[in-house]
């Protein structure tokens, strides 16, 4: 969690404020109106609120809301005295109550609400006491109302600081703003009138705390938009300027459509002499109405001769022809030496241009160094809720001036690092250490070489958790870690206590989704590597107890690790990233020549997901048996033949460095194994291996690459999707599946800055690169690529092939929804969002990656009880194998 964000104040439910007067409506004052001040919008100050509920960490993703079994909250009116079951509630009862906002302000451009409540009469430290942090989480809901007191109707957007879920009127939106990133509001055009809106609050340790009092504070924050494309935040994101020298030359600008129609930008112009840019828009660049987007571009020529960028947006309505309209954006170079931290940008593989910071080897490091080979890479990994440009990430290791290193503060695209430094977090990672030597090349730079495969990594918080992903991920690459502060998993963090009960086979299947992220189980992998941990013995934001049990665990991997914990010291302190031992740590790591591949003898590679699991001693998995269960190899090395023997389990193919392989046989399950190598060729770099079920073992390809192999990016459960070259596109239908459309391309790019193109499959048949989503209603799903898929629609009925051929059918009632990954070319994937009416629809929806923890395995089939039962709702879910077959592992009811 952030550090510092539970200082909040407990506000009581302020009844004071009632007098009698508005027990049904909230009160509603147009503020300033009496001054004859012109004020469009105004919240309502009093709100009325309904909760506690119970909710389980990160749970609200599945539903799971009990008041959706009466119909929902929509349905509900204020009625005093009125009671609702409550598993947390006295007598198993919750009651309304009115509550005043903290703070209103309305000016002539818009208006803003905080709400600030608790629940004090819930006996809070006792709940703890028995169930941990999980009880300091819980749901509520708030009811107000926007007033639009202008003659006519508005667009407006709306910030959701800190809500994941809300309603106006009859609208629902499932895209809060859960962290308040404030990247991607909703643009909504409003009658005059009174407008009500709904909040959906929820809970949550890691982003509200979990020492105070358990309060939820949010902020609702309207604002007049233009009603056409308008910057979605000032300025351009673009690289610092050193030695004369524009650090790189990916830069963007974000560009929101506040109108009704979808716009096209029609090209982007640089109005500096000095220089030009490109867009690279070989498909049409459309901002559909109510979407964010950011618009990637290079500048051409990186010497800059003025002291800002000027760049011209030509945009127009879409298909209507015209003189293109202009928007004008600058923004003015940052000068800094070019040994200090500063901005590099680069493309991520999503299609976005990211950013980190870059501090090269001094010139005392490069030059009085008598180390000669090229300098490693030193990763600092930031926390949570941390933007890495501000001074606390990059001043981290000012007082380690000359280490001989290329230091990165990569931001893994956003403050929460994307999904926590994991899969998307993690992409960005790699595209900025390979941004590096673009740099190099631009500045011309003389000083130490960098070797880009070697990484000393570290990081504090949730960059020590990432930090964590790196070692047991990469391990070839890691010449030493640094865990400081971190977190194990986030099942660890907060504990899955307080889910809506579900059958045990269920909540395995959600575990097993995120097998990947459980760093206490992949500790094998660390075998070889120098770590050094570091926690404060009060920390009470991620307990001491996360580092002591990694440290307990690497000893009976029969690895290491030294571990330092600081009496007296809490989660965070000036210079936590520089103690005596972690200086002395960074100092003999980076100057270390081991060789990760070449240091072991006897070691063990455990691997939930072969998609994001590199190389581990010059092995790496490349298929499990049944996925959504740990596979593993135990590697060892026979002195006497000099030759490696291998004993796997759920382990169907792997391959190895061919320069550790002795010809012509090795062992793999105690039985020798031909390996052939053509002396007239020079040996492939990696030989492959795989287990087909009658032969056993054999040297070769599991399969050939093709629609009907999944392999690559396309392995992992639901979350593969993630995985995208270039940027998403997401298709519609129309009608109620394009409203479902923008809703997805907001989230997506509010929760990990991702860019979406959003296409009308009644017009539009351009798909771009990357991967896609497909937002589907009732019978129109079209058939995807492998026509043998065991996913399929029969009239209104889905229809799934389980893993022993027979088929079970689901019949289009009570809701049902569905989403599943499917095949497509060169190791993409499609992700199937399909309802049997609109309703269903936004159930399937909501399970679109968005916040980590939820766990989605490869399909979910949903049922409408979903809405209070939450994954216990499930018909049916599970995994897909290797050949696109479910898995036996898989639940059905
Ligand atoms: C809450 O529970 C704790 C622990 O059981 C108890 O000590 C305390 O008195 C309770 N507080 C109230 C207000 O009931
Ligand atoms: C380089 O190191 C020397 C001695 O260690 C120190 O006196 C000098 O100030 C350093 N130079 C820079 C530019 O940091
Ligand atoms: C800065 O650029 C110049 C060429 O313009 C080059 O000669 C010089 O070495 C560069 N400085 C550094 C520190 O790389
Ligand atoms: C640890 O080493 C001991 C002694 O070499 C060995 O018996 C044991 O199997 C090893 N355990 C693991 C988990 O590698
Ligand atoms: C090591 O290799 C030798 C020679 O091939 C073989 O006889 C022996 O059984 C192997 N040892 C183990 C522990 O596998
Ligand atoms: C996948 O399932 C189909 C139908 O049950 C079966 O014919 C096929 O052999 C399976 N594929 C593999 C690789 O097991």
């Known amino acids: 969690m952030p550090h510092g964000r539970y200082y909040w104040l407990c506000c009581l439910c302020l009844f004071a404020f009632l007098g009698g007067a508005h027990h049904n409506e909230p009160a509603m004052i147009p503020l300033g109106a009496e001054e004859g001040i012109q004020h469009p919008l105004a919240f309502s100050s009093s709100w009325q609120i309904l909760g506690p509920f119970q909710i389980g960490t990160r749970e609200a993703t599945w539903g799971s809301d009990p008041l959706e079994f009466i119909g929902g909250f929509r349905k509900l009116e204020y009625e005093e005295g009125a009671q609702y079951r409550s598993s947390i509630g006295t007598n198993g009862a919750v009651k309304w109550s009115l509550l005043e906002a903290d703070t209103i302000e309305t000016d002539t451009v818009g208006s803003s609400a905080s709400l600030s409540l608790n629940f004090p009469h819930v006996n809070w430290t006792f709940f703890r006491g028995v169930y941990g942090w999980a009880a300091l989480q819980y749901q509520a809901w708030a009811r107000g109302e926007i007033f639009v007191s202008a003659d006519r109707a508005q667009t407006v957007i709306i910030y959701t600081d800190y809500v994941l879920e809300f309603w106006i ?227 981290a290791l000012d007082s380690l001036p000359d280490l001989c290193a290329w230091v990165l503060f990569p931001t893994g695209v956003t403050p929460w690092s994307g999904d926590d430094w994991h899969n998307w977090g993690f992409a960005d990672v790699e595209a900025a250490v390979a941004a590096v030597p673009h740099w190099i090349k631009a500045v011309q730079w003389k000083g130490a070489d960098l070797d880009t495969d070697r990484w000393l990594v570290s990081g504090h918080s949730n960059g020590g958790q990432g930090t964590w992903y790196t070692l047991t991920h990469k391990p070839d690459r890691i010449i030493g870690a640094a865990p400081v502060s971190g977190y194990t998993s986030i099942q660890n963090y907060v504990p899955y206590e307080l889910w809506q009960p579900m059958d045990p086979r269920q909540f395995a299947i959600l575990g097993s989704s995120m097998n990947s992220y459980r760093h206490e189980l992949l500790v094998e992998n660390c075998k070889g590597i120098r770590i050094l941990q570091q926690h404060g013995e009060d920390d009470d934001n991620v307990p001491a107890y996360h580092s002591r049990l990694m440290c307990q665990l690497l000893y009976q991997a029969n690895s290491s690790s030294e571990y330092f914990e600081l009496s007296g010291q809490g989660h965070w302190f000036d210079g936590v990233m520089t103690t005596k031992h972690l200086r002395k740590f960074y100092e003999e790591q980076v100057k270390s020549t081991t060789n990760p591949v070449e240091t072991l003898e006897a070691f063990s590679i455990v691997v939930a997901n072969p998609g994001d699991m590199g190389f581990k001693g010059g092995i790496r998995v490349t298929q499990l048996e049944i996925p959504g269960q740990y596979g593993r190899i135990d590697v060892s090395f026979n002195t006497t033949s000099s030759a490696y023997a291998f004993k796997t389990s759920n382990v169907l193919s792997f391959e190895v460095q061919s320069s550790l392989m002795r010809f012509p046989y090795t062992v793999i399950d105690q039985t020798d194994v031909e390996v052939t190598s053509d002396s007239s060729k020079p040996p492939p770099r990696h030989i492959e291996f795989w287990r087909a079920s009658a032969r056993g073992w054999q040297a070769g390809r599991l399969a050939e690459p093709g629609v009907l192999h999944r392999h690559g990016r396309q392995l992992g459960a639901l979350d593969a999707i993630m995985r995208t070259k270039g940027h998403f596109t997401i298709r519609h239908h129309n009608g109620d599946t394009s409203s479902i459309a923008l809703q997805i391309s907001r989230n997506l790019f509010q929760y990990f800055s991702a860019d979406s193109a959003i296409v009308n499959l009644e017009f539009d048949g351009d798909d771009g690169s990357g991967n896609i989503f497909t937002i589907a209603i009732g019978k129109r799903v079209c058939p995807g690529l492998d026509s043998n898929f065991p996913i399929h629609l029969e009239g209104s009925s889905l229809v799934i092939r389980d893993s022993e051929g027979h088929l079970q059918r689901y019949e289009g009632s009570n809701g049902l929804a569905a989403i599943f990954l499917r095949p497509l070319e060169d190791e993409k994937l499609e992700l199937v969002v399909w309802g049997i009416d609109k309703d269903s629809l936004v159930l399937a929806a909501r399970l679109v990656p968005m916040l980590t923890g939820v766990g989605q395995p490869d399909f979910i089939v949903l049922s409408g009880s979903c809405r209070w039962k939450g994954a216990g709702g499930a018909v049916a879910m599970g995994f897909f194998d290797h050949s696109w077959n479910v898995t036996k592992t898989s639940f059905f009811t």
């Open 169 to 395: 009127d009859d609208t629902h939106y499932f895209g809060g703003d859960f962290y308040a990133f404030r990247r991607s509001p909703l643009v909504i055009a409003l009658k005059p009138g009174a407008h009500r809106i709904d909040v959906r609050l929820v809970r949550d340790v890691r982003a509200m705390g979990g020492v105070s009092e358990p309060s939820i504070n949010i902020k609702l924050d309207a604002k007049l938009a233009s009603g056409s494309l308008e910057l979605a935040n000032d300025g351009i994101l673009m690289a610092d300027v050193v030695n004369e020298t524009l650090a790189s030359e990916w830069a963007s600008v974000t560009v929101r459509n506040s109108g009704s129609q979808d716009i096209e930008v029609v090209d982007i112009e640089c109005s500096n002499e000095w220089t030009s840019v490109d867009f690279q828009n070989t498909e049409k660049f459309i901002v559909s109405a109510g979407q964010t987007r950011p618009i990637p571009f290079r500048v051409l020529s990186q010497r800059p001769r003025y002291s800002s960028l000027d760049i011209i947006i030509q945009h127009k309505l879409n298909n209507i022809a015209g003189n293109p309209s202009i928007l004008a954006v600058s923004e003015l170079f940052t000068k800094r030496s070019i040994y200090h931290p500063h901005k590099i940008t680069f493309l991520h593989p999503g299609g976005v241009v990211s950013y980190a910071i870059l501090r090269p080897p001094s010139e005392n490091a490069s030059y009085h160094s008598n180390q000669k080979r090229p300098f490693p890479i030193l990763l600092q990994l930031h926390g949570a809720g941390l933007e890495a440009d501000s001074d606390l990430v990059t001043h």
